[in-house]
């Protein structure tokens, strides 16, 4: 069962700290100028300023893949599998990563907005700089992910699980955590920390005495609680 962390008091424990994933490529072939395929298998390629702009990847498996400044607007990759993969500086709007799975990945510097990530599985994944707006995680699940030095305007985690999830020197701003369930998730790290709906599913999570002060009028919001002069 999963611990529950203080967050108001000098009383509760640590979070249980995310495993970082540890990705060693291998030596990479060039991925060339072919459209990507539905169900393709794609192992030791690189992806280097590939314009994959609209294309059709839908269950499609990236293995030990480097993906460098590719274009991704309107790319559907959904169900894709993503395992021992390194993204970087990757920028596109409208991205479909519905139901897709991510294992062992980094994600780094990346410039990205809409992107449809609802039902996905992530799994010792690292988001390391960049920004992405409206990113949707509606019902999908995050274990051992990490967003470190990035911002994320209006992220939706509702009904999402999040257990192992760590937030280091990055913003949130605007995130919905409606019906979701958190578990050694540690939003210390956020500045600011905004949430828009789910201040009721904290629960699981720790934060610091600052983010309480910050929080209080949502918190006395969402209790019912009138503060007056």
Same mark, same amino acid.
């Given at each position: 069962?999963?611990?529950?962390?203080?967050?108001?008091?000098?009383?509760?424990?640590?979070?249980?700290?995310?495993?970082?994933?540890?990705?060693?490529?291998?030596?990479?072939?060039?991925?060339?100028?072919?459209?990507?395929?539905?169900?393709?298998?794609?192992?030791?390629?690189?992806?280097?300023?590939?314009?994959?702009?609209? $294309?059709?990847?839908?269950?499609?498996?990236?293995?030990? /893949?480097?993906?460098?400044? /590719?274009?991704?607007?309107?790319?559907?990759?959904?169900?894709?599998?993503?395992?021992?993969?390194?993204?970087?500086?990757?920028?596109?709007?409208?991205?479909?990563?519905?139901?897709?799975?991510?294992?062992?990945?980094?994600?780094?510097?990346?410039?990205?907005?809409?992107? $449809?990530?609802?039902?996905?599985?992530?799994?010792?994944?690292?988001?390391?700089?960049?920004?992405?707006?409206?990113?949707?995680?509606?019902?999908?699940?995050?274990?051992?992910?990490?967003?470190?030095? /990035?911002?994320?305007?209006?992220?939706?985690?509702?009904?999402?699980?999040?257990?192992?999830?760590?937030?280091?020197? /990055?913003?949130?701003?605007?995130?919905?955590?409606?019906?979701?369930?958190?578990?050694?998730?540690?939003?210390?790290?956020?500045?600011?920390?905004?949430?828009?709906?789910?201040?009721?599913?904290?629960?699981?999570?720790?934060?610091?005495?600052? $983010?309480?002060?910050?929080?209080?009028?949502?918190?006395?919001?969402?209790?019912?609680?009138?503060?007056?002069?």
């Amino acid at each position: 069962m999963a611990r529950r962390t203080g967050t108001a008091g000098g009383g509760g424990t640590a979070p249980r700290a995310a495993r970082r994933p540890e990705v060693r490529l291998p030596a990479l072939e060039p991925y060339g100028d072919g459209a990507l395929e539905r169900d393709g298998d794609y192992d030791g390629l690189d992806f280097d300023g590939t314009d994959l702009a609209g $294309q059709d990847g839908a269950g499609a498996r990236f293995m030990d /893949c480097a993906l460098t400044g /590719c274009v991704l607007d309107e790319t559907s990759l959904r169900r894709a599998r993503l395992l021992d993969t390194v993204l970087t500086g990757v920028r596109g709007v409208g991205t479909d990563l519905g139901e897709a799975t991510l294992r062992d990945v980094v994600l780094a510097d990346a410039r990205l907005g809409g992107v $449809q990530a609802h039902g996905a599985v992530l799994e010792r994944v690292v988001i390391r700089g960049g920004k992405i707006d409206f990113l949707n995680l509606r019902g999908a699940r995050l274990k051992d992910v990490v967003f470190e030095g /990035c911002v994320l305007v209006e992220p939706d985690f509702g009904g999402a699980r999040l257990e192992r999830v760590a937030f280091a020197d /990055c913003a949130v701003k605007g995130a919905d955590l409606s019906a979701a369930t958190l578990a050694d998730v540690d939003l210390r790290g956020a500045a600011p920390l905004e949430l828009a709906r789910g201040v009721d599913r904290l629960s699981g999570a720790v934060i610091s005495h600052t $983010q309480l002060l910050d929080l209080a009028p949502v918190l006395a919001a969402e209790l019912g609680v009138r503060v007056l002069p």
